[in-house]
C-alpha cells in the first residue's frame, strides 16, 4: 500500500471559495477547473492519506498567521479532523488524521485567508524568514517587503509553478534568530559591501556557505525571478532541485548565464562572514529592535499542538501582543510585540497549555517524526519513544539535543542534529553523533540501542571530559 495518496475535495457549494477546485490526482475523476499536481506532498488544495488520516500543510508566509486564522486552524482541526496539530521544521502548520469531510476542513481554511489564490501556486509558496524578520535587534534590513514581492510572483507568475513542491528560497537579513542550517535551493542574505546595502546570494546552501556574487537590495525580486526561470530552462524533468542541476551544471556556468539576464551586473564578495549565535534565541523573552518590546518564544513538545494551545496562544497574542503569532523552522512559535512586563505572565499561561518555553527542559531539545502511529514507513513509536528518552535527559541534566527518525528521510529534521537516533525495529535505534565531514547523520557510534541505553551512553557522554 502507498504511503501517501492524494484525497478529493467533493461536495463543495457552487458559489464557495473552493467551487470548482478537486484534489483528486486520478485519471478517473476529471478536474472541475483546476487541479492541484500530483505529489505525495501535502498541501492545503491537496490531502495526502497517512495511517492516521489525511493530512492537510498550510504554509505561513515568514511563518506568520493571524489570531484569527490560528483560532480557525484549531476549529477546523477540532471540528474535522482528530485534533491534531503539527508544527513543521519549515515554520508551517499541518493538521492529521482528516477524515471525509476534506471539503470541509480546507473551505473552512481558505475562508479564514489561509493559502494562495491559486490552486497550482500553493504548493511553490517555500520561503523561509527569520521568525524575527523586521524585529531582530541585529537585523540590517526589514527584509518582508523583499518576501511579499517574491511571494507574491511565485503564486503569480504561471511558469514557477512547474518548480518542485520542496523548491525553497531562504532570505536573511542578518538577524540573530535565523535558522541557517537548512539547505535551501536559493538563498539571499543582506551585507554591506563598501557601505552600501547588498544581497549576497548562493545556490544549494545556506547563508553560512560562501556566497557566488552579490546584488543591490533592490534587485532582490529580479534576482529571485531570473533564477528561477533559468534554473527551469536548464534542469531535466528529473533534476528537481538545485543541487541536482549543479552536479552536473558548474555553478560558475550558471552564474554567467544569470548575470547576462539581470539588469545590475553580480559583484564578488570577499571574505564572507554570516554571523552565527549559537544561544537558544527560539525559546524565552528576548529583546526586539523596538525599547520595552520582546517576544516569547517556544516550542511544541515533539512539534504537537492541540486546539487548545493553538487558540490560547491565539488568545495570548490579542491580550499582550499585537494579534500575530510567527511560527519557527524549531518547530514552535513566537508573540511578537509584547511589553516586557508582560512576558513572565504569557509564559505562564504558555506553559500551562502544554508549551515548552525554556532550553532547561530537555523535551524542548527533542524532535521526532510522526513515527510508525501514523506512518508505515516508520519502524518505531518515535513520538513515544521521544517523550521517555526526554524524561531520562531531564533526570541526567543532559543538555544534548537529539532528533528520532523513524526511517532514512529524515522528515522531522531538514538539517544534521547533534544527535541523531535512526529507528532499526520497534523501540531501538542505532545512534549517530553529528561530525564534520560526515554525510547523512554524521557518524555512527552505536547499533541497535533501546532508548534506555541511549539515556545512558548520552549521559556518560555529557560527563566526559573529552
Request: charged fraction near 20%.
Amino acid at each position: 500500500m502507498p504511503r501517501c495518496k492524494a484525497g478529493i475535495i467533493r461536495g463543495l457549494r457552487p458559489g464557495s471559495a473552493l467551487h470548482g477546485f478537486t484534489l483528486n490526482t486520478s485519471p478517473s475523476v476529471p478536474p472541475l477547473v483546476e487541479t492541484a499536481r500530483p505529489s505525495a506532498c501535502p498541501g492545503l488544495f491537496r490531502v495526502v492519506q497517512a495511517l492516521d488520516g489525511g493530512i492537510c500543510r498550510i504554509k505561513l508566509p515568514g511563518g506568520s498567521i493571524s489570531s484569527a486564522q490560528a483560532r480557525a486552524v484549531a476549529e477546523a482541526a477540532q471540528q474535522f479532523a482528530g485534533g491534531v496539530i503539527e508544527a513543521t521544521n519549515r515554520a508551517n502548520l499541518q493538521i492529521r488524521g482528516i477524515g471525509e469531510a476534506h471539503a470541509a476542513l480546507v473551505e473552512r481554511l481558505v475562508g479564514a485567508g489561509l493559502g494562495s489564490s491559486t490552486v497550482s501556486g500553493d504548493d511553490v509558496r517555500n520561503l523561509m524568514l527569520s521568525p524575527c524578520a523586521g524585529l531582530d535587534r541585529h537585523r540590517l534590513v526589514d527584509i518582508r517587503p523583499l518576501a511579499e514581492d517574491i511571494l507574491a510572483s511565485l503564486q503569480s507568475h504561471q511558469r514557477f509553478h512547474q518548480l518542485s513542491a520542496k523548491f525553497a528560497v531562504q532570505l536573511d537579513a542578518g538577524e540573530a534568530l535565523a535558522m541557517l542550517e537548512h539547505h535551501h535551493d536559493v538563498w539571499l542574505s543582506a551585507t554591506e559591501v563598501e557601505g552600501r546595502m547588498m544581497l549576497a546570494f548562493g545556490l544549494a546552501g545556506s547563508p553560512v556557505d560562501p556566497p557566488l556574487a552579490a546584488v543591490p537590495l533592490a534587485v532582490g525580486h529580479e534576482l529571485v525571478f531570473k533564477i528561477l526561470e533559468l534554473f527551469l530552462d536548464l534542469a531535466r524533468n528529473d533534476q528537481a532541485r538545485m543541487r541536482h542541476l549543479l552536479a552536473e551544471y558548474p555553478a560558475a556556468d550558471f552564474l554567467a548565464q544569470l548575470t547576462q539576464r539581470l539588469s545590475v551586473a553580480p559583484v564578488p564578495v570577499s571574505d564572507w562572514c554570516r554571523r552565527v549565535d549559537t544561544q537558544p534565541l527560539h525559546l524565552g523573552v528576548h529583546p526586539q529592535c523596538t525599547r520595552g518590546r520582546v517576544y516569547v518564544g517556544t516550542v511544541a513538545p515533539l512539534g504537537r499542538l492541540d486546539p487548545l494551545m493553538l487558540s490560547g496562544a491565539a488568545s495570548l497574542a490579542d491580550e499582550y501582543g499585537d494579534g500575530t503569532l510567527r511560527f519557527t523552522p524549531w518547530q514552535g512559535l513566537l508573540l511578537p510585540n509584547l511589553r516586557e512586563r508582560d512576558a513572565p505572565h504569557v509564559i505562564e499561561r504558555l506553559q500551562q497549555l502544554g508549551w515548552l518555553c525554556s532550553p532547561t527542559q530537555a523535551l524542548a531539545r527533542v524532535i521526532a517524526c510522526t513515527g510508525s502511529a501514523g506512518c508505515e514507513k516508520s519502524r518505531a513509536d518515535t513520538k513515544h519513544d521521544g517523550l521517555q528518552l526526554a524524561a531520562l535527559l531531564q533526570q541526567q541534566d543532559t543538555e544534548l539535543s537529539v532528533h528520532l527518525s523513524g526511517c532514512p528521510r529524515s522528515c522531522a529534521a531538514a538539517h544534521i542534529a547533534p544527535v541523531t537516533l535512526l529507528a532499526v525495529s520497534p523501540g531501538h535505534y542505532d545512534l549517530y553523533f553529528r561530525e564534520a565531514g560526515q554525510p547523512g547523520f554524521g557518524a555512527l557510534h552505536a547499533r541497535n540501542l533501546t532508548i534506555e541505553a541511549v539515556g545512558a551512553l548520552l549521559d556518560a557522554r555529557s560527563r566526559s571530559p573529552f
